[in-house]
């Protein structure tokens, strides 16, 4: 069980500590919470992975960063979450330790399409992608320092529930709907994330965090029509700035009094805007027979199945054999 969290009122991106000699992935970062993110934490020393789908955003969100940020350690490395070749591929092609993973990137509320192995655009992008990706990277996490997977979900997790007789939403599909099931599934898989490092005593942090509801380019990207159009006149009068809304998951990834199994989130009315603070998840997320039947799935459908096991640790001292 975690223990109560106070944050400092108003906790900012200048609160955070020191990050260098830490190596940290960002998905999604060419735009909105991911640039932020990315940005912040290599202001910090941190040395960042940027990872982007579209080569030529990328590298734009690159140049800008090294703009930003002269002399900064950042790279970018290709990666598409709809394409778990691509996850694969992005592993293999890792030369590099990894302390944090952040789970950033997402669609957000497109007509209905499939991912290139065949699942719904939204599940498969936001949950099942990073579920591989956080699977085949463990080994590298659980090395790191300070270790952390920081999953970011939405409010909107609140109003979902996991299809599992229509994962792929052939018989009834709906965009907002679809989309509030891949942020309970991020949830769902966070929480029991958490669970099982711990039951398995791995140094590995599993914390969620949510932007409440802040203007990025996700809800120009993904809707289309009427749904368009309000998002639209929402992002402009009601949303609150990138800026803000990324300090979430900053603050999950570095602040030093973290623990497993949190979530971070706005501390305004509804969890809407805000500094970041504590806040809960729906109640059904927090049934680990959900999660447990959604993570055997999901093993089953990227044929990624996470590695718990405890490794002895390297012999050291005087009495190690010489070579």
Request: glycine content about 8%; aromatic content about 2%; proline content about 4%.
């Given at each position: 069980m975690t223990t109560p969290l106070t944050i400092p009122n108003r906790w900012t991106a200048d609160d955070i500590p020191d990050q260098s000699g830490r190596t940290v992935v960002v998905t999604g970062a060419n735009s909105g919470l991911g640039y932020v993110t990315a940005r912040e934490l290599a202001r910090h020393g941190a040395h960042v992975i940027l990872t982007a789908r579209n080569a030529d955003k990328?590298?734009?969100?690159?140049?800008?960063?090294?703009?930003?940020?002269?002399?900064?350690?950042?790279?970018?490395?290709?990666?598409?979450?709809?394409?778990?070749?691509?996850?694969?591929?992005?592993?293999?092609?890792?030369?590099?330790?990894?302390?944090?993973?952040?789970?950033?990137?997402?669609?957000?509320m497109p007509p209905r399409s499939l991912t290139k192995q065949g699942f719904e655009s939204q599940f498969g992008t936001n949950h099942l992608g990073h579920f591989a990706l956080t699977g085949l990277l463990l080994e590298r996490l659980r090395a790191g320092r300070d270790p952390r997977v920081v999953t970011v979900s939405s409010t909107l997790h609140k109003n979902g529930t996991i299809h599992f007789d229509d994962l792929d939403g052939q018989r009834s599909y709906s965009p907002r709907g679809f989309y509030a099931q891949s942020k309970y599934a991020n949830v769902l898989f966070g929480l029991e994330l958490d669970r099982r490092l711990r039951a398995n005593d791995l140094p590995v942090l599993s914390l969620l965090a949510h932007p409440g509801y802040s203007a990025t380019n996700l809800q120009s990207a993904g809707p289309t029509g009427l749904l368009k159009a309000i998002l639209k006149v929402t992002n402009r009068y009601v949303a609150q700035d990138v800026e803000t809304g990324a300090l979430n998951q900053l603050y999950a990834a570095a602040a030093p009094q973290t623990q497993g199994g949190q979530f971070i989130g706005p501390d305004g009315r509804n969890e809407s805007k805000g500094h970041p603070t504590l806040v809960q998840p729906v109640e059904s997320a927090k049934d680990p027979e959900t999660a447990r039947r959604l993570w055997d799935l999901s093993e089953q459908l990227t044929g990624v199945r996470y590695d718990f096991a405890i490794r002895p640790a390297a012999p050291h001292g005087p009495d190690v054999p010489k070579p």
């Open positions: 990328g590298r734009t969100a690159l140049d800008r960063l090294r703009g930003d940020l002269p002399g900064s350690a950042v790279e970018l490395r290709s990666l598409d979450l709809a394409d778990l070749d691509s996850v694969h591929a992005f592993v293999d092609a890792l030369d590099t330790p990894v302390d944090v993973l952040i789970n950033n990137a997402g669609i957000m």
